[in-house]
């Protein structure tokens, strides 16, 4: 017998946990929304290196921004293959719009996160329509989807986490205590 969908999906861990809580009605769409984060968090961690945020938050400290493009596509090489890529090409674009405040990087990153956990969501689904069905796939994006849209705050806060901006506080979601923690009754 098997645990679901969600246990053969080629996937990291959080992500597993984020499609079998998009899968699990008895979750809470809250619930689902605070999975995105810690998934989000470990696939930062593969993907882009401590040296190449530091470098991409450096190139806003300077007083002087005059044209910002050249500096970010000097950091391709360290950027690596994954989403620090999409970093400097969402930077790119928001210089080009003037945008190069000390907000710039943490808009960067956020929107990199966010569109890496839309495309996740579009895997999650992809993966549902082979294992069940149709509906089910589409059920499960659904949820997904909506986690994703009210964990901006939390994406948002990791953004400034990785560039360290605010201390380092967890964004994992709180264990369960006892019976009052656990699914809300309408």
């Known amino acids: 017998m098997s645990d679901g969908p969600h246990r053969s ?3 990291r861990r959080g992500w597993k946990k984020v499609a079998e809580c998009g899968a699990n009605h008895s979750f809470e769409p809250e619930q689902v929304s605070e999975c995105i984060a810690p998934a989000l ?4 961690r593969v993907e882009m290196t401590p040296a190449f945020l530091d470098a991409f938050n450096g190139l806003y400290g300077s007083l002087f921004r005059n044209n910002l493009e050249p500096e970010l ?5 360290l950027a690596g293959p994954g989403m620090g890529r999409v970093v400097i090409d969402i930077a790119i674009q928001l210089a080009a719009r003037g945008e190069t405040g000390p907000d710039a990087p943490v808009k960067a990153i956020t929107e990199t996160l ?6 996740c969501s579009k895997q999650v689904e992809e993966h549902w329509l082979r294992e069940s069905s149709e509906r089910r796939s589409r059920d499960v994006r659904g949820r997904v989807d909506d986690g994703i849209k009210q964990a901006v705050p939390a994406i948002e806060g990791l953004a400034r986490k990785m560039l360290k901006l605010e201390p380092g506080s ?4 709180q264990k369960q205590q006892g019976l009052d923690d ?4 309408p």
Not at 114 to 119: F, I, M, P
Not at 170 to 173: H, Q, V
Not at 182 to 185: A, P, R, S
């Open 41 to 44: 968090e470990e696939d930062c």
């Open 170 to 173: 967890s964004s994992r979601s």
């Open 182 to 185: 656990g699914v809300k009754l």
């Open 73 to 77: 596509e000097s950091l391709r090489d």
């Open 9 to 11: 999906l080629p996937m």
């Open 114 to 119: 966010t569109d890496h956990a839309e495309r």
